[in-house]
Structure formats: structure tokens, C-alpha cells
């Protein structure tokens, strides 16, 4: 069969911006509802434990034409805001009851805000997610924050959430992390097998799909794909950063392929990929889910660097783990999180002599062109210059 009716329901997800699946979804068991949520991180096992669909919204891409969205924000800010604000307004986000608003940076923050003027009858819980990596301190913050976020959630669907709940929950997400994990290595190991086009498109349908149906959709692509017949190319080994949150658009995922990139990691769509080891399943699963926030690992401009190490060591970690020749930073224009960020990150790659360059975007940005022209330098630039 191949990978190819999977890739193509993927798609369909992706252009389905007036979110008819979640709607179907919704129909098809009394009393269901659907909870959306903004980048960049989400504990989505609190929503699917009480019952409803977690529905990431990552903006309308470059599908929708902006016009009610822009007056609500000044203009020297990134898109998501806009395009979140217009699809509301358009009435493409009705299939949600409610939408979290992680403390991801001020814009997602103000936006919280402006959603509840706008929105009254929505349910929205802005959460602060700690930075303080202490256990007694932001551990416990985060495990009241956690409890309250259930808290209004069983408003919300009109019922309890127990802990086997939870527990249940976590283990589901689990799986989703294990395979997402095992899709990048994968990848990481075969580019040319694993196009990140693929990849992309795979983690932007479990913004839509329950994670169940996810993970069976990923277990059937990681099965078909080893058998699929793919060419290998000449192509540059990059890691991409700075694409934690406004996503880019897939076509800007295809030109950087195109260019001659074979993407061996990236930041995209986080939300699918914090910590390292499973959230443990037993004892308390609020105290799980929050120690699991705290001892992650995970290095993104949204979460404090501890104490001692050193910020660009995790990219760096991630060019040598994945045999990387190069860095692409792309941000977001107006992205203060991932552009404060990255004079740190490149002064690191200096150290340790990794090449780079950078370009911004938006998710609807559609001069595609010179960015092929940047990247395809870059990669030919590695691939004739380098030591490798
Ligand atoms: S793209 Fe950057 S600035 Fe915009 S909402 Fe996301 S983190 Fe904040």
C-alpha cells in the first residue's frame, strides 16, 4: 500500500482549517468536546483524560487571507496572533469549547486576553508554566497550576477526572512520544527514506487526530515507509531551529528540501516531543506530569537553561548525535523568543565551528524563492567546502 494514503489523509488534515474532523469527531459520542491549545507546550493528557479532543491551532498558514485578525495587533509582532484571531472570528474555530493559552511568551499571553473579550462564551485558561526548575518550588507551583487546569476542565466536559484517568492518559502520550521519537531517529538515520515534508505533515495531523488514532497512523507509516523505494541524494545533513512555534508553511518545508537539505532534526511542532524518558504512570499523575516538566531536558527559548549548563549545548548535542554538517536558523519574524535567542546559539556554533546561517518567515510568507536561493548555497557551500 505505502506511505502514500497516509500522506495524503495528512494533507487533507492540514488544509482543514474550518476544522470539520473535530466536528465529526465531536458528533459521533454525546457530550463530547474539543479543547484547543497554542504552542509551544501543553500537558494535552489533562484534556484527553476528561474526555475531549486536544486540537492543536497553529494559525492558517498560508490558506487564509488575513483581514479582521491584523486590528486587534500592532504590526511589528509574528503572525500566529493574527491568523489565530481571524480564524476565530471566520468561524473556523466554533468546533472548540475551550483553548489553553500556555505563558509560551507576552504576544500568546496578550492574545489569551484579546480571545476573551472576543470569544466570552469560550472557555480560556491562560496557565503559567514555571521556569523555576526547583522541585519544592516551580515542581509544586505547577502541580496547583495542574490541579486547577482539572479543575476547570471537569466544568468544562461536566464530569470528574480520575487519576486511573491520568494515569491512562500519560500512557497513551507516552506512546505518542516513543513513536515520535522513533520517527526521528529514523529519520536522522535515513533522510532520504523519511522526507521531512513527511515528517511534518505526520506530526501536524496529531494536532487533529485523538492521540490513539495518531499513534496507529504513525506505527503504519514507520512500518510502510522502511519498505519504500527512495532515491538517495548528494544532500547537506542540517538541523533547523528557531520553528518551535508559528509554524512554517509546507511549502517552506519542500523548498528547504528542494534546496539540497536533508533535515536530520528540527524544532517543529514541540509540542509533540518534550522529555526524554515516559512520564512514570504510577503514584501521582499531576506530580508526574510536573516533575516530568521540571527534569526534562528540553532547550527552547520558552524554558530557563539551568544553572551551569551551557545554552546551544542541546543544538550542538543534536548536530553531533545526528551527524549534522550544518545549522538553519528560522524563526518567525518578530519572534522575540527564538531572535534574542539566537546570538547565544550562534556565538556557541562559533565555538565548536559548525556552520549557519539564518533566514525568518512567516506562516504565510510566499516569496519562496529567495530562501531556496540561501539554502541551496548553504548546502553546496558544505558539501563542496566542508572537511566531511
Ligand atoms: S512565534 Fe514567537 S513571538 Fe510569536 S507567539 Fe510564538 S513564541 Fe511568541
Wanted: proline share 5%; aromatic share 8%.
Amino acid at each position: 500500500m505505502g506511505v502514500a494514503p497516509i500522506i495524503d489523509r495528512c494533507h487533507a488534515l492540514l488544509e482543514d482549517l474550518d476544522l470539520a474532523c473535530v466536528s465529526e469527531w465531536k458528533a459521533a459520542g454525546e457530550g463530547r468536546r474539543a479543547v484547543g491549545f497554542l504552542p509551544v507546550y501543553i500537558p494535552r493528557e489533562l484534556i484527553h483524560a476528561a474526555g475531549a479532543l486536544p486540537v492543536g491551532i497553529l494559525g492558517a498558514g498560508e490558506e487564509l487571507e488575513i483581514v479582521r485578525g491584523d486590528a486587534c495587533f500592532q504590526s511589528y509582532i509574528c503572525h500566529l496572533p493574527r491568523s489565530v484571531v481571524e480564524l476565530g472570528l471566520r468561524g473556523k474555530l466554533d468546533a472548540l469549547d475551550g483553548v489553553l493559552f500556555p505563558s509560551t511568551c507576552d504576544v500568546i499571553r496578550n492574545l489569551s486576553g484579546i480571545w476573551k473579550m472576543m470569544f466570552p462564551d469560550k472557555e480560556a485558561i491562560y496557565f503559567d508554566v514555571p521556569q523555576n526548575l526547583d522541585p519544592k518550588v516551580g515542581g509544586v507551583f505547577y502541580r496547583d497550576m495542574l490541579a486547577e487546569i482539572v479543575t476547570r476542565l471537569q466544568r468544562l466536559v461536566g464530569r470528574d477526572v480520575s487519576e486511573d484517568d491520568l494515569r491512562g492518559s500519560i500512557a497513551a502520550y507516552n506512546t505518542s512520544r516513543r513513536l515520535v521519537r522513533e520517527l526521528y531517529d529514523l529519520r536522522a538515520a535515513e533522510p532520504w527514506r523519511v522526507p521531512t515534508s513527511e515528517t511534518y505533515l505526520l506530526l501536524r495531523a496529531g494536532m487533529r487526530l485523538p492521540v490513539e488514532e495518531h499513534n496507529e497512523m504513525l506505527t503504519h507509516y514507520l512500518a510502510e515507509v522502511r519498505d519504500e523505494d527512495r532515491a538517495l541524494r548528494d544532500n547537506a545533513r542540517i538541523v533547523v531551529t528557531g520553528t518551535f512555534c508559528e509554524q512554517p508553511s509546507l511549502s517552506l518545508v519542500r523548498t528547504l528540501e528542494h534546496a539540497g537539505c536533508y533535515v536530520v532534526d528540527d524544532d517543529l511542532m514541540l509540542v509533540t516531543r518534550w522529555y526524554g524518558p515516559d512520564i512514570p504512570t504510577e503514584g501521582d499523575p499531576l506530580e508526574a506530569i510536573a516533575g516530568a516538566w521540571i527534569d526534562a531536558d528540553d532547550e527552547t527559548p520558552c524554558r530557563y537553561v539551568a544553572d551551569g549548563k551551557r545554552k546551544g549545548q542541546q543544538l550542538v548535542d543534536s548536530v553531533q548525535r545526528c551527524g549534522a554538517e550544518g545549522v538553519i536558523f528560522a524563526a518567525p519574524s518578530f519572534c522575540d523568543p527564538a531572535l534574542l535567542d539566537r546570538p547565544m546559539l550562534q556565538a556557541v556554533l562559533d565555538e565548536e565551528g559548525i556552520a549557519y546561517t539564518s533566514f525568518k518567515y512567516s506562516e504565510n510568507t510566499a516569496q519562496l524563492q529567495p530562501i531556496r536561493e540561501q539554502a541551496g548555497t548553504f548546502a553546496d557551500t558544505i558539501k563542496l567546502w566542508s572537511d566531511a
